[in-house]
Every structure is written in C-alpha cells, then in structure tokens.
C-alpha cells in the first residue's frame, strides 16, 4: 500500500497562541505515528518547523521544498529525507502539491493563504481531487470559512466550493478523516 503524502501548508512563525505551535507538533507526530511522509515548506522556524521537528522525532518522511530566496530567512531544513530548492515560489507550490495526496492548512499567514486558495481553486477548477483540510486550532479558520460562505451566498461561487473543504478542531479528528 503506498504511503499517503501529506502537504502541510502553515506559518513560518509560531503566532501569539502556543496552542499553535502545540498543534503543529502534534501533527508532525502524527504523521509519523501513521507513517505518512510530510511534504512542506522546507523551513526550520515557526510552525513549519515545528511541524518537521515532530515528524523526524518520530521517524517520519520529510520532504521540503524552498526557493532560493527562502534560504537564510526561513532557515532551510537540509537534513530531510528530500530537500528540494526552487526557483521561484510558484515552483515551490508546484513541486509541493504535486508530491502530496491531501493538503492541510495550519495557521499561518498571507502564504499560508495564498498555498490554500492556490489548491482550493484549482480543486474547484477540476484539477485533482485531493482533500484539503484547515486545522482550525482555537477556532483560527473561522473567519476564513465564513468569508467562503460569503462568497457563496454572494453568487461568486457554487454551493460544491464549500465541500472541497472540511475543517477539523483538533489533530486526532483530523487523522481520523484522512483515514477515510
């Protein structure tokens, strides 16, 4: 049976809430517990390393993928398993989300937004069928998900956008609904 990659979107900081970085940690750990490889960022500071710290603790798979210009300010984790660098940012993604089977999106920022609408629009479009899940730690996605439902009852997009898309409060549900 092939090992489910797991596209991990999130901060290259840990944010204000220490549950944050708890649940980046927890998620790395369960990545390795199930035995999937993490696919991310290749960054050793905030949740993105957080995320890989756990994992490889834990012996998992790590494949990070950087862009040149990333190096020094994201602090390029070069002891993965595969680490990749890029070009350019859209190859990151690219390289990223062709290498993974499902996509969560923990807290983070502009990028972390911009890797999300990246995978939800192309889902949207057609393009794959992979999951995606926002890790919604302390109810941070919550805006997001009622700007979708904005956008919907706006008529800017059909009612099916919403299902492309499940939120999940904690990593053990999360696990739960990536085994399924």
Not at 69 to 89: A, P, S
Not at 93 to 106: G, H, R
Not at 163 to 172: A, I, K, M, N
Request: charged residues 20%.
């Amino acid at each position: 049976m092939k090992r489910l990659s797991l596209c991990v979107y999130c901060g290259s900081r840990a944010g204000i809430d220490p549950a944050y970085e708890a649940d980046a940690t927890a998620l790395g750990h369960a990545i390795a517990k199930a035995d999937m490889r993490l696919v991310y960022g290749a960054g050793d500071v905030g949740l993105m390393g957080a995320v890989a710290r756990a994992a490889q603790a834990g012996g998992a798979e790590t494949f990070g993928v950087i862009p040149t210009h990333l190096m020094r300010l994201e602090v390029g984790k070069t002891d993965l398993n595969t680490f990749v660098i890029t070009e350019t940012m859209h190859e990151r993604k690219k390289v990223m989300f062709m290498n993974a089977d499902a996509v969560v999106v923990l807290p983070g920022g502009a990028g972390s937004l911009d890797e999300f609408f990246e995978a939800l629009t192309w889902r949207q479009l057609g393009l794959h069928e992979k999951p995606i899940f926002l890790l919604n730690t302390n109810g941070y996605w919550d805006p997001l998900r009622d700007l979708l439902d904005h956008v919907v009852d706006q008529g800017f997009a059909d009612h099916s956008l919403l299902g492309f898309v499940e939120t999940v409060p904690d990593v053990p549900l999360l696990m739960d609904a990536l085994a399924r």
